[in-house]
């Protein structure tokens, strides 16, 4: 969400990581398209189009939307085309961290493994604040029962946790689900749309260019590219995968492409029904009720009532993704030395990094109690600042993971192609460079303020300055932990 706002000789491994025991304890049962199901729900896809592609049009000044979105699905299928070939080289879940790690070095890989630990967790609690307002917003709505927001966000990350500390499966088959239904739903819409034949007749102007110029088009791909963030985690989830090296790959390449896909007809549905030429005025001036409305002109009164219940379905099938990453995180590098020991191990009833969930669990609920009596407002300063944050943070390591293929295949190793290891990570490294320009940038918009930003970016660059502390500590402390910090790259000739 974003703001409301392949090959060659067999392979010689390295010696065996210190976590290899636990992984062989995992559950390996995750194929394509249970993952797909996770990284396509923790994109929200529904709540992209609801709560999203407005904001994109009125921020953007431009019915551009759709173009946007395909723009963004372009750079990350050249981002995913280096990122899939490292990952059958460097065969770990810690995906950013760990390859980041294999091309730039263990201490620019540590540094990207806090960041990607804080990024996600920061993220995390943003969108959780959001899900407990939206949880509110229906309640009331719907039974006229007002309870404070902050109760449903505790009473989320309780569910969270249940399903974060059992068997894996247990979480795709929810998310399947909710993913399913919600989908559907915007489906109906998108065809009521078409059916109707919008507000004044189908076109391709949200396609034109001279679309994609008017307004402000830059700050509409920034936030496009922030409606991605997830897809990434496909790699996160090798260690329990059926066939890591061919589901990894293609779980990727369908997850971008089907979210990409799906966001881009929607939001042309939706800048045609709402009428390409005033769209813009409309998102604007109600950006919270643009699609809902549509729904119910388009549709009927119970589907934008249905929009509604799934927008909270949504957010939650977000959080919940969100949780499993962090996990995984942390089981990895637990298993690596870098965090407790405890960390890395996997439950022998659910086959999963149970208490590195738990853990996760501990800290979120904590976090949430932190900013809730803090008094901070749970869209203005927790979803905005939080998300904003984590935009900075996740882009930066989409921009190193780029540098360190370029880097681990120039040194380290032979990819398939020149395409794998050059072509198409440097013209990702270069798109994605020009985002987080972008970003930076405008980075006081998004998160509020100047002071807000100088504060959230700041926190942004300590992780990952305590990441590369780390590192250095360990180096001269523990140098045989840090030694084997690389232990489970595998090496192509």
């Known amino acids: 969400m974003t703001n ?30 249970s993952i797909v199901f996770m990284v396509v729900a923790a994109a929200a896809p529904l709540g992209v189009m609801v709560a999203n592609t407005p904001i994109i049009t009125g921020i953007s000044g431009s019915a551009g939307a759709p173009l946007f979105f395909l723009i963004a699905t372009v750079v990350l299928v050249f981002f995913s085309v280096g990122f899939t070939a490292m990952s059958k080289f460097v065969p770990n879940a810690g995906a950013f961290y760990s390859y980041i790690q294999a091309g730039l070095g263990r201490h620019v890989g540590s540094g990207a493994a806090a960041l990607a630990l804080v990024s996600y ?55 399947g689900v909710l993913l399913v239904v919600e989908i559907a739903v915007v489906v109906v819409l998108d065809v009521a749309i078409v059916v109707k034949g919008g507000e004044s007749g189908l076109g391709v102007e949200p396609l034109s ?91 009927a009164p119970i589907l934008k009532d249905v929009m509604q219940v799934l927008l909270v379905t ?21 298993g690596k030395g870098m ?26 609920l904590a976090a ?36 360190a293929v370029i880097f681990y295949f120039r040194t380290k190793a032979s990819a398939p192609t020149v395409w794998h290891s050059l072509i198409a990570p440097a013209m990702s490294l270069i798109s994605l460079t020009v985002i987080l320009a972008l970003v930076i940038a405008n980075f006081s918009l998004l998160v509020g303020d100047r002071t807000t930003a100088a504060v959230v970016g700041g926190l942004i660059a300590v992780a990952f300055a305590v990441g ?26």
């Open 368 to 403: 949430m109690a932190l900013v809730t009596a803090l008094g901070w407002d749970p869209i203005t300063s927790i979803y905005t600042w939080l998300s904003g944050a984590a935009t900075l943070g996740l882009i930066g390591l989409m921009v190193l993971t780029n540098l």
């Open 209 to 299: 260019l001279s679309t994609f110029a008017s307004g402000t088009p830059t700050l509409g791909l920034m936030f496009a590219f922030f409606c991605f963030f997830g897809f990434e985690a496909t790699a996160v989830f090798r260690n329990e995968a059926k066939d890591p090296d061919r589901t990894v790959p293609r779980a990727t390449y369908i997850a971008v492409l089907s979210i990409g896909i799906f966001y881009a007809i929607s939001s042309w549905a939706v800048m045609e029904g709402a009428g390409s030429g005033s769209v813009v005025e409309k998102a604007k001036a109600d950006p919270e009720n643009l699609v809902l409305d549509l729904a119910a002109s388009y549709g």
């Open 314 to 334: 949504s957010t939650f099938a977000c959080v919940l993704s969100f949780h499993n990453v962090i996990t995984r995180y942390q089981f990895t590098l637990a």
């Open 121 to 175: 967790g920061v993220l995390l609690i943003g969108v959780n604040g959001y899900l407990g307002v939206a949880t509110s917003n229906v309640v009331s709505a719907h039974f006229h029962v007002d309870i404070q927001w902050w109760i449903y966000s505790f009473a989320w990350l309780l569910i969270i946790g249940v399903l974060g500390y059992r068997d894996i499966e247990l979480s795709s088959k929810v998310l």
């Open 4 to 33: 409301s706002p392949e090959f060659s000789p067999p392979a010689v491994a390295a010696p065996p990581a210190p976590d290899e025991s636990s992984h062989a304890l995992l559950h390996r049962g995750l194929g394509v398209g």
């Open 468 to 493: 590369l502390a780390g590192a250095e500590v360990m180096k001269r402390q523990r140098p045989d932990r840090y030694a084997e910090l690389a232990a489970d790259t595998v090496r192509r000739p």
């Open 339 to 364: 965090l407790p020991k405890r960390l890395a191990d996997v439950s022998e009833k659910h086959l999963a990094p149970s208490t590195s969930s738990l853990i996760a669990s501990a800290i979120s």
